[in-house]
């Protein structure tokens, strides 16, 4: 199933997002998990092109997104 990956226009599509990217429900995305999301979509990015944008958009160093940095960082970024 191929869907087209549109960009996130409220913290509702954000919160939305987040939950189907984070597939174990461990409460962070990981590269892996957007690598697969974005993949779903038809986004054809490398790990590393992942690696890079999860490392841009994590705060605390952790090599995850949190809830809290993928609304605060998405959002930002879409406002600016
Ligand atoms: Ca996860
Ligand atoms: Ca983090």
Redesign the pocket.
Known sequence: MKRHWREPESVEDLTEAFQLI?????G???VK?LTNFLTSFGEALSEQEVKAVVSAYDVDGDGKLNYKEFISKLLRSNIE
């Open positions: 984070d597939v174990n429900k461990d962070s995305v990981d998990e």
